[in-house]
């Protein structure tokens, strides 16, 4: 099955500094890789996904990239704000017909220093 | 639009008692449901799917179950709790492709 690396693990980043968050996939076949934010004690919340038909996808001060040859894929967040201070997952699935799940990264918490 | 209500939003059990824990979904049919649990750590760990009324899939064994005895509601269940069962316990659902978590409930077993 689809195996879902993501680093690092924690990250502490000044304010107005940018954040990077990795991930690696391991299943060639998948197609669809969302990004959740969780703030503590509240579900995560979906900030932005990429399809594989796309190398990258912008949203205001987030970014998705996409490399499928080598199987990663990374969220990019500039000009951080102590509010972007949460615990990011990436996921990676392959949409098809019937049910449809996710496979998780271990999550990053993202630290942002006033 | 849709929503996603999951409760209780909060509850504290004692070892041995049952567990009852209700999601609903609203402004949309026919929708894969799944039940995750999060434990002291970050990781999201998959327990249940469901694709349609009475149809769940297991992921993880343990003393817990699910039901979804109506489209749009999915429920999980324990006879009798555990220590271990303590965590944050998310109900999500999904239609063409996105996971929509809810907002979580906690449990304490002690």
């Known amino acids: 099955g689809e195996n879902v690396e993501q680093h690092p693990s924690t990250l502490s980043v000044q304010e107005g500094d940018s954040a990077v968050i990795k991930c690696t996939y391991s299943?060639?076949?998948?197609?669809?890789f969302p990004w959740y934010k969780q703030e503590l004690g509240k579900g995560p919340q979906l900030i932005i996904d990429i399809r594989s038909n796309v190398g990258e996808k912008k949203d205001q001060r987030i970014a998705v990239t996409l490399n499928k040859t080598a199987k990663h894929f990374s969220l990019h967040i500039t000009e951080t704000q102590p509010e972007d201070s949460a615990v990011y997952f990436c996921a990676a699935s392959i949409r098809g017909a019937g049910s449809y799940q996710l496979t998780f990264g271990k999550g990053t918490k993202l630290s942002v220093i006033p | 639009s849709q929503t996603i209500h999951q409760w209780p939003a909060t509850l504290v059990q004692p070892v041995g008692s049952p567990l009852s824990l209700e999601c609903t979904v609203e402004?949309?049919?026919?929708?894969?449901l799944y039940w995750y649990r999060q434990a002291a750590g970050r990781g999201l760990q998959l327990l249940f799917y469901?694709?349609?009324?009475?149809?769940i899939s297991s992921e993880v064994p343990q003393n817990l179950s699910a039901s979804r005895p109506q489209d749009r509601q999915f429920i999980l269940s324990s006879k009798k709790l555990l220590l271990s069962d303590s965590g944050f316990y998310l109900c999500a659902w999904s239609g063409q492709d996105t996971i929509y978590f809810g907002e979580g409930s906690w449990l304490t077993v002690v």
């Open positions: 402004g949309t049919s026919n929708p894969n």
């Open positions: 469901s694709v349609g009324i009475g149809q």
């Open positions: 299943d060639s076949a998948s197609n669809y």
